[in-house]
């Protein structure tokens, strides 16, 4: 294996066991936030134990590793080509390896041939620069997060929102009320305002690229962005949906993309803090007795729930029993996709 191989193999393992810094800075910081003995507290106790188990173990934060998207700035005369022979050998051996799920599959025949190469997986971004150094950045794009996303085109009659910052901000509030506890929160937004439906999405994908405690440089932007997590904070959604004070961790906002004349269409992503490597949730789901189809989980009778009252984890077990007592077996499924790691 040449240098290039391994260190796309290593960046693949990092992306999908080891959360980065500034996220887990804002996870710690959203654990100090919330009330002794809630549900929203424990989620975030069982998120923090998760994060720990995947890096010590070496393992998939969650899941779900979703769609691989490659972002690589490089110099003029890169071997592009040479590039992706590696990054599709070093996706083949990190599924091989069990960094990555074997979550790829044909969108016509729904073939799974376990190695998530295909048309279009990886995801490949190629930037050209001046400098002489090449850098490749990673994003590990859960489901969950990626069927949360929007687009919404201003002016906006039912919210009430026209072609400025307060229209996007309307809209951006209306896009974090409609994932509530969707799209495995807290979570951060990418956004971008301007440009044609493929270029807003693809701009507000490398939002995610920031760092959770940078400032925009646009003084405007950074006032909508602090504002928008403020806002997002209060509205008691909660980490998972639970309620609480941390729905959201950091919202990322592009402006300046040249949109036709008379238009103003943006697009707003979510990223799943936890939502960054799988564990095979099929297995314990099949112990726990639910049955892994969605569709299927409001039919779940409660009397063959007993495996899940075995949970070392003290927390985890109270919080499973509060969850039952509401009802929620749909949220509860969702809570376990992640928190069972921490709880073995």
């Known amino acids: 294996m040449n240098v290039l191989s391994h260190s796309l193999l290593e960046l693949i393992r990092r992306a999908s066991a080891e959360i980065p810094d500034d996220v887990h800075r804002a996870i710690l910081a959203a654990l100090e936030r919330e009330k002794e003995r809630t549900i929203a507290q424990s989620a975030m106790q ?7 188990l995947a890096k010590t173990k070496s393992q ?26 590696a990054a599709r050998g070093a996706v083949k051996l990190a599924t091989g390896k069990g960094f990555l799920r074997q979550n790829s599959v044909d969108s016509l025949t729904g073939v799974n041939d376990g190695t998530n190469l295909g048309p279009g997986s990886p995801v490949i971004h190629f930037h050209q620069h001046r400098s002489p150094e090449t850098a490749v950045r990673l994003i590990l794009k859960g489901g969950g997060c990626e069927n949360v996303g929007a687009q919404y085109a201003l002016p906006n009659e039912k919210l009430k929102a026209n072609r400025d910052l307060d229209g996007c901000r309307r809209a951006i509030l209306d896009a974090v009320l409609q994932a509530q506890g969707k799209g495995c929160g807290p979570g951060i937004l ?6 044609d439906r493929a270029t807003g999405y693809e701009c ?25 997590v ?3 904070n209060k509205l008691g959604i909660g980490p998972m949906g639970f309620g609480g004070q941390t729905e959201m961790g950091r919202i990322a906002v592009q402006g300046g993309q040249l949109a036709c004349q008379g238009e103003l269409d943006y697009a707003v992503e979510f990223l799943g803090v936890e939502q960054l490597g799988p564990q095979s949730l099929c297995v314990y789901a099949n112990c726990l ?13 409660p009397d063959r729930l007993g495996p899940m009252w075995a949970f070392e984890d003290r927390a985890l077990s109270e919080l499973v029993q509060d969850i039952v007592r509401i009802g929620s077996h749909s949220t509860l499924y969702n809570l376990l996709i992640f928190a069972i790691t921490a709880s073995r």
């Open 204 to 228: 507000s994908k490398e939002q995610f690229l920031r760092l959770l405690d940078d400032h925009n440089p646009n003084a405007e932007l950074d006032r909508l962005e602090q504002d928008i």
């Open 230 to 232: 403020s806002t997002a």
């Open 190 to 195: 990418g956004v971008c305002i301007g440009g």
């Open 289 to 301: 007795n639910l049955d892994p189809i969605a569709t299927n989980l409001g039919r779940q009778n």
């Open 60 to 85: 998939p934060i969650c899941q779900d590793t979703g769609t691989i998207i490659f972002y690589v700035e490089c110099p003029a005369g890169f071997d592009q080509i040479g590039f992706e022979e």
């Open 46 to 52: 069982i998120i923090e134990q998760n994060i720990a």
